[in-house]
Every structure is written in C-alpha cells, then in structure tokens.
C-alpha cells in the first residue's frame, strides 16, 4: 500500500507540471489511478467526472457505486442530486432574463414586487425591519442578502424549527452564503414576471440542450437509475426526491446532461456571452475565514492574495492560470463541485453520493489542471489554513 501511494503521488506531481492537454488526453490512465486510489483511501461510494475545455465537453467518466448494497454501479446517466448547482443555474437564467431587458437586478425588489415582502407569509417575520427595502437580485444571487444560509439555522444556535428569519447583517455589506436569499430571488423573479421557475428552467436550458434526465423536481422516470446518498459514516439515507421547485437547491442531473450544460454556458451558446461574463465578474470582496458558518464574523487577511469575491451565482478568484470561479453542492450525503478557469475556458465538473468532497475534490483538480489559485482552506473548514 505505501509503495502504491508513492507511485501515486508521483503521478500527480507529474501531472502538476504537465500541460492540460497531456492531463486530459495522454494521461487518463493516470488520472484514474489517482482518482481510485483517493477513492479507496477515503471510502467513496461513487464519483463522476468531467471536463470542459474550450466549450466542448473533453473527458467523462465515473468511478463506483450509485448504490453499494448492490453492487449497481454509476454511470453516465446515473441520475444525481445537484444540491446547490441549482443556484448556478438559476443565476445563469436571471442573467439571461436581464439581458433581455425583463429585469433589474440591481434594482430593490420592493421595485418589483408587487407587494412589500413582509407582506408574503413566510416573510411575515421582516415584518418591521426595514432593511429587506436594500435587496437586491444581485445582492440575493452574490450571497450578501444579509440573511443566515437557512432561517432554521440561526447563528449560535443548533437547529431550530421554530426559528424566526432575520438579518445577521445589513444588505450588501458582507459575503454570507445564503439559502434563504435564494428562495427570496426565485419569488422576486415569479412575482414580478408570472414565471414559472421549474417550466422556464426546463424551456430556455434543458429541452434544447437534451437534458432529458434534468429537472428541478424527481420524477419516476428516474428509476432505476439513479444514485443513493450516503453520509461520511457509510450510512445509506437515500435520495433528495424534491416535490418542489427550489432554486437553492432541488435539481436532479446526471453526468452527462450537466457537463453539456456547462460547456453550452462557457462557449456563450447557453445565455450569450455578455450575460454570461457578467455572472462571474467579481464583486465584494470576501473576507471571510471560511465559507461556513456564513455567520462568522473572523477575518482571513489572506483571501485578499486570491482576490477571493463573490459574484452572481459563484465565487471569484485569481491564481497562476488567471480568473477562476467555483460553485459547490453540499449536503449530509452529497458533494458537488464546478470549478471554471475562464481565461484558459476550462472546467472540472464533479458529482459525488457521499459529504466527502474536502478529502479529494482538491486533489483530483490541481492534478488534472495544475495549481488553480483557488483558497480551498476557505471552502473547506476542516482543511487548515
């Protein structure tokens, strides 16, 4: 086993220094190496895979199980839970409904909604407080709403079902990922323009693209293919099968149909290139010590080297190959990761069944790209500084 891992590693220095195309053509063998030996160390039930280069998905492929108990492996089709992907997307469709001149998003929502938000029964607690008037589209989509990721999680606090949705902060001030600012976005959208998320979704992105095993809410025709979710103890809890549309977090997908997606967005194909650049142009700096609890008010001085920022849907940031973004999906058994280097139009795509994408999403990235720039102590708490 030591001998193995030395071999491995070797691998990956070699890969470290070597040419994209060499990473994503010549070296494959190598790469899944890599890949099935972090699997067996870390007890990954299953990953898939894929890159997009220049617009046109390059290389896919997946390692594992959907489901252990039996023995069923993952494939290109497997359906997956996309968890938190969803907002990338949903970001991509409000980019493209602005740039056809159907919505504001730097205008207050109280401009656009046809009633005050408090007025709205799951916002009744703003009822009071002023400050939902400084939302914004784009403060909602780049994670400073202000609000905690879910309303049931308030800060300093274990979970709380009965737990009232308030500010932690002012609007726009700071970097605080948000679930709930989301939710807000997608009633915005609906309400000042009576459409439907899910079918709009489905008409501007995945009719035309093919997608025919996408959708923001589970279907019965995803049987039997599809991926169990497993917590980081192995345990098997199943799959999201969301009932409703849910922009922060309700899309299924599969390897296949979502590479195509991302290759459709980096060519420009999917949204138009000015809507799509303007996605990823960077915004407030984020100062944060990690991406969560979103609450934490402790500084990192350091992401400032990364020019770590938030943007529409993503997080920005700068490294040795250029501008980068990256977008995550997470739950207690799912792992998702989207990391872009839009200068060098380049993207690796990974989907995971299990909460254990710290462990090896960094790994498997810079040893097919190199080194991206990109400050994963911050993605990852349990990585240190």
Not at 168 to 195: M, T
Request: charged share 20%; proline share 6%.
């Amino acid at each position: 086993m030591i001998k193995r891992h030395r071999i491995v590693l070797g691998i990956i220095m070699s890969l470290l220094v070597a040419p994209h195309s060499a990473a994503i053509g010549q070296t494959k063998l190598q790469i899944d190496t890599i890949i099935e030996s972090l699997m067996e160390q870390h007890s990954i039930p299953g990953l898939a895979i894929a890159t997009i280069k220049d617009g046109n998905v390059a290389y896919k492929k997946t390692f594992g199980f959907r489901e252990v108990e039996s023995s069923s492996a993952l494939n290109n089709d497997t359906v997956m839970y996309g968890a938190s992907l969803t907002k990338f997307v949903f970001a991509a469709y409000v980019m493209q409904l602005a740039d056809e001149g159907l919505i504001d998003i730097d205008a207050s929502i109280a401009d656009q909604l046809p009633q005050p938000l408090p007025a709205y029964d799951k916002y009744a607690d703003l009822e009071g407080d002023e400050r939902w008037r400084a939302l914004t589209l784009r403060r909602l989509l780049a994670h400073q709403s202000g609000f905690p990721n879910f309303r049931f999680f308030p800060p300093n606090s274990e979970f709380d079902p009965d737990a009232k949705l308030a500010f932690v902060f002012d609007p726009g001030v700071r970097y605080g990922y948000s679930g709930e600012g989301y939710y807000i976005a997608q009633l915005v959208v609906e309400e000042a323009l009576g459409l439907d998320t899910g079918d709009e979704l489905q008409r501007r992105f995945f009719d035309p693209l093919g997608m025919a095993r996408t959708s923001l809410t589970w279907r019965d025709d995803f049987r039997p293919n599809f991926a169990q979710g497993y917590t980081v103890n192995g345990v098997n809890e199943g799959h999201n099968m969301q009932s409703n549309v849910r922009a922060a977090g309700s899309m299924d997908t599969t390897l296949n149909d979502f590479s195509v997606w991302v290759a459709a967005f980096m060519s420009g194909d999917l949204i138009g290139t000015r809507a799509r650049d303007a996605l990823f142009e960077p915004g407030l700096p984020i100062t944060s010590r990690r991406q969560f609890p979103p609450w934490d008010p402790t500084d990192n001085p350091d992401n400032a080297k990364s020019q770590l920022a938030a943007a529409i849907g993503v997080e920005t940031f700068v490294g040795p190959k250029g501008h980068g973004f990256l977008k995550g999906g997470h739950n207690d058994k799912t792992d998702n990761m989207l990391l872009c280097l839009t200068e060098q139009k380049e993207c690796i795509l990974l989907l995971m069944n299990t909460a254990k994408g710290h462990l090896i999403f960094p790994q498997i990235i810079e040893a097919i790209v190199g080194p991206t720039g990109m400050p994963w102590p911050w993605k990852y708490s349990s990585l240190p500084d």
